[in-house]
């Protein structure tokens, strides 16, 4: 017992060794194009609450040099960027809505950021200072759209959602030739 238990350390210890040498990208790219604000007090906010993973100028704080959680806040600040990059504001970008949408929910800043940047914390009131300064930074700079709009969506009248679920049901009352074989109904001829 003794025996396993050292070897599990040393297994354990080595493991974390090994794996600080994966390559991480915790790159800080240029400032290339900043969104331009409506006022200083929203770029605060949103530099306070959402710059570590919304643009380039992300601050990497000690843990993040350390795998695994290095791994996952490389990934939170790749992800995060692709999304909504203020730094980058000349590229396609998330639109206002959907920052309402996430700030509402409660999804942005993420959770588990929040534990380790306690001053990342908005309260309600800065909450709807920064989306009433958003909105007014949106207005007058608006994002790239980020998808092109769907084409069915868009060839699809909305009143027309009746006729396809009738046809489906039309269909399948019908057998077809190929069901009744797998069914293994088939007659056999001898
Ligand atoms: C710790 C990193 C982190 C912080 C801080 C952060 N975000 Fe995000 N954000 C992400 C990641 C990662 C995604 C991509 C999530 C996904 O793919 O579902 C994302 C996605 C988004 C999206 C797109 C949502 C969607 O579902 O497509 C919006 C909008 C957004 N963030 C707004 C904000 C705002 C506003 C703040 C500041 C108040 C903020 N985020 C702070 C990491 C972060």
């Not at 993973?53 to 000690?62: K, Q």
């Not at 001053?119 to 909450?127: C, I, N, Q, V, Y």
């Amino acid at each position: 017992m003794q025996r396993f238990r050292s070897f599990l350390v040393v297994f354990l210890l080595g493991g974390f060794v090994a794996i600080q040498f994966a390559p991480v990208d915790r790159s800080n790219p240029r400032v290339l194009r900043e969104i331009k604000w409506d006022s200083p007090e929203t770029r605060e906010l949103a530099k306070r609450a959402c710059f570590d993973c919304h643009s380039n100028e992300t601050v990497w704080p000690w843990y993040s040099k350390v795998a695994p959680v290095s791994w996952r806040v490389s990934g939170h600040v790749v992800d995060g960027r692709r999304h909504l990059n203020f730094s980058a504001w000349h590229y396609p970008n998330e639109n206002y809505d959907e920052i309402v949408e996430v700030m509402e929910k409660g999804e942005m800043p993420l959770s588990d950021y929040l534990l380790l940047h306690g001053k990342a914390k908005l309260t309600p009131g800065e909450t709807e200072r920064l989306l009433q300064g958003l909105k007014a930074t949106f207005a007058a700079d608006p994002p790239l759209p980020r998808r092109p709009p769907e084409p069915d969506a868009a060839v699809v009248p909305a009143d027309s959602s009746a006729a396809p679920a009738d046809s489906v049901i039309a269909s399948k009352g019908v057998p077809s030739d190929t069901t009744a074989a797998a069914d293994g109904h088939e007659d056999h001829d001898h």
